[in-house]
């Protein structure tokens, strides 16, 4: 199985030196590059190409937002897992906006963040319990009549997208086809006036959908 190639974004030497030594540790990732902030991580992704960046959020020269913004621009088939410190709403809805796929904490089990980097790296979106109770707590649900209304099934496939369930997986746990559940997303994405999942999600808690 070809590895996963992750870059590895902190200001920390002793941090990135951590992380790096944890990805090094699973045989499915591979660390091709260390940045040590954010103009060098998006010149090296724009360089090797990798298939995720773990970005730290506040770094020199450039922030892991602005960071995360050039690379939806400059290498968008590169998706960006950001891994910090910092949950307040401003941070997690300027990652997200930005274009990251999943947002994580350091303070998360070494498992939960080696399963957010294949996660993240096989398309799904990943979100840290405590960032989604931040997402519903700071956007608290608007008057119903401006909610978008979804149907039942397809809040159901949207729940299973929030949980990082990829298409198959959720074909599987819905017992219905692929295909269909990439119909119930089309239709979510068109209700909700979106173009991914990431932000079909986020959307839907800021609405107090999910």
């Not at 897992?81 to 300027?94: C, K, M, N, R």
């Not at 119930?184 to 999910?210: C, N, Q």
Request: glycine residues 8%; charged residues 25%; without cysteine.
């Amino acid at each position: 199985m070809t590895p996963i190639r992750v870059i590895v974004a902190d200001d920390h030497p002793i941090v990135r030196s951590g992380i790096v030594g944890l990805l090094a540790s699973a045989s499915d990732i591979e660390v091709v590059g260390e940045a040590a902030d954010g103009l060098e991580a998006a010149e090296l992704a724009e360089a090797l190409r990798p298939d995720l960046v773990l970005m730290d959020l506040r770094m020199p020269r450039l922030d892991g937002v602005a960071a995360t913004a050039r690379l939806a621009q400059t290498a968008p088939a590169t998706r960006v897992l950001i891994l910090t410190t910092y949950e307040s709403d401003e941070h997690i809805l300027g990652a997200i906006e930005a274009g990251a796929s999943g947002y994580l904490l350091k303070a998360a089990p070494e498992d939960e963040i080696l399963a957010g980097v294949r996660s993240v790296a096989d398309g799904q979106t990943v979100l840290a319990p405590a960032i989604a109770a931040t997402l519903v707590n700071r956007m608290r649900a608007p008057a119903a009549a401006e909610r978008p209304a979804l149907s039942a099934r397809e809040l159901d496939v949207l729940r299973l997208v929030a949980e990082g369930l990829s298409n198959p997986q959720i074909g599987r746990r819905l017992f219905i086809g692929e295909a269909t559940v990439k119909t119930h997303l089309i239709h979510v994405f068109e209700k909700l006036g979106v173009s991914d999942r990431t932000r079909a999600v986020t959307l839907a808690l800021e609405l107090g959908i999910l």
